[in-house]
């Protein structure tokens, strides 16, 4: 038998997710759509038929067929990965986010979107960096600062 990939996998301790001062018990996951990568016209639908709210009688997941996306209802989504893993096109990936920072949103782009919290502080005379995977809202946060 098939293990689910997530089964597997022992609960995080606390600091281990983004280090010693990481969000630990303070974080919650939530899967995260890319609109680029979905293609409800060309799957079977199998983030939805598969995920434990919708299974419920819950619309955690809608498919709009005219925009040919889907859309995760956050306040329901408990961040399992199971339609992360069903879906054929990788186009879900599930994201732990701070609870803590949920009152210092700077930007967000739209539901399902990115949110960028907090903006860094550029002090004179001193040089800033920002490192960080695509999608992170490096540019965006310059954008903001110029």
Same mark, same amino acid.
């Given at each position: 038998a098939v293990r689910h990939p997530l089964s597997m996998t022992r609960p995080k301790q606390k600091g281990e997710c983004?280090?010693?001062n990481g969000c630990g018990d303070d974080a919650a996951s939530l899967a995260v759509i890319n609109s680029e990568k979905c293609q409800p016209k060309k799957c079977k639908e199998e983030c939805m038929r598969k995920c434990p709210i919708v299974r419920n009688g819950q619309h955690c997941i809608d498919i709009n067929f005219v925009? !040919?996306?889907a859309t995760i209802a956050e306040e329901l989504c408990i961040g399992c990965g199971i339609? !992360?893993?069903?879906c054929p096109f990788q186009a879900i990936k599930v994201v732990r986010i701070p609870r803590a920072l949920e009152s210092d949103v700077t930007?967000?782009?739209g539901i399902n979107g990115f949110k960028l919290h907090r903006l860094p502080i550029p002090r004179?005379?001193?040089c800033l960096g920002l490192l960080g995977a695509n999608g992170t809202g490096k540019s965006t946060a310059?954008?903001?600062l110029a």
């Open positions: 983004c280090g010693p925009e !040919a996306s339609c !992360a893993t069903q930007h967000r782009f004179p005379g001193q310059l954008q903001i």
